[in-house]
């Protein structure tokens, strides 16, 4: 997901989100686990979209506003 796509969504957006990446990455670590994961480049992927998720929605936070 690119920063471009994330500024654009609101923050109750934001956040439902950053949830299911959380989920999605328990799923990507519980595969590598058990070695059913094809490309584990994908956990740095999903572990770097949800600190881009998260930067934002504190930016976002601290500028006070809920607009795009």
Aim: positive net charge; charged residues 40%.
């Amino acid at each position: 997901m690119k920063l471009n796509e994330i500024r654009e969504k609101t923050v109750e957006e934001l956040k439902s989100e950053l949830v299911s990446k959380k989920e999605e990455l328990f799923n990507l670590r519980f595969q590598h686990a058990i070695n059913q994961l094809d490309n584990p480049q994908k956990i740095v992927e999903t572990r770097k979209t949800i600190a881009r998720l998260m930067t934002v929605i504190r930016e976002k936070e601290l500028a006070g506003t809920d607009a795009k």
